[in-house]
């Protein structure tokens, strides 16, 4: 099963919009974990544990493994996710983006070592860079178009005058996923929940792509604006929420808390879909 059928199985299975992130930090552990970061597998495996049937994806981001030489218990957990929520595609939050040869190496770390289903790139090096990604038939490549964060403005937001009808550079980018690049239908983007009507303009550009939306929970992106602009028929959106979920609860009760404000924010996104 590729990516794209994963996703629509996970999102009608949990009548569910919401990726949840796995950004371990073990400053932010509970007490009995806290500060030690041989406890970031027992950490994730529990929120997986506690959230896998509300829903469509979860997304963990591998720098927070990589800071604390936790890959091996970033291997682990991909394996956990696999044996116990086989339904949930899991993108793992890379950003890569480097010259093709450096490019299959990482497609290689991503898809065989840690057997993700998707992983998210930076465009900004072109589609050779990209390609080595597509390699893997059935995987999905989110690509970074309108990103949550306010320094995105820098390049994201600036007219490319050499292009016909000098675009945004968020917009190009949006209509080469949507074209030429997406020449296996694996291509999907990133844009961020703080910025609505952008959703609304990727989506108006790429209609059918599925939408990787961060922002929203403790970037304060809001929700059923999100869902109203980027949800199509034909076009998915997965809306991931990290830090407000993960650590909802400094207590023993962490992934029974966590569980509880993945209820509430996939409450919020069915009601906004309904």
Known sequence: MNFTDMLRDATA?????????????????????????????????????????????????????????????????????????????????????????????????????????AVTLSPFMGFDSIEPYLAYHGKGAFLLCRTSNPGGDDLQTQRLASVEGQPLMYEHVARLAQGPWNKNGQLGLVVGATYPQEIERVRAIAPTLPLLIPGVGAQGGDAAATVRAGLRSDGPIIVNSSRAILYASKGEDFAEVARAEAMRTRGVLEAARG
């Open 13 to 117: 299975q949990n009548n569910s919009l919401l990726c949840v992130g796995l950004d371990p930090e073990p400053t932010r552990f509970p007490a009995a974990m806290q500060g030690d970061p041989r406890k970031i597998y027992d950490f994730c495996a529990a929120i997986v544990d506690a959230t896998a049937d509300l829903v469509c994806a979860f997304k963990p981001q591998i720098a927070y493994f990589a800071a604390h030489g936790a890959e091996d218990q970033l291997e682990r957990l991909m394996q956990h996710m696999r044996a116990n929520a086989p339904q949930v595609p899991v993108i793992l939050d890379a950003k890569r983006g480097d010259i093709g040869s450096t490019a299959e190496q990482y497609a290689k770390e991503a898809f065989e070592r840690y057997g993700a289903d």
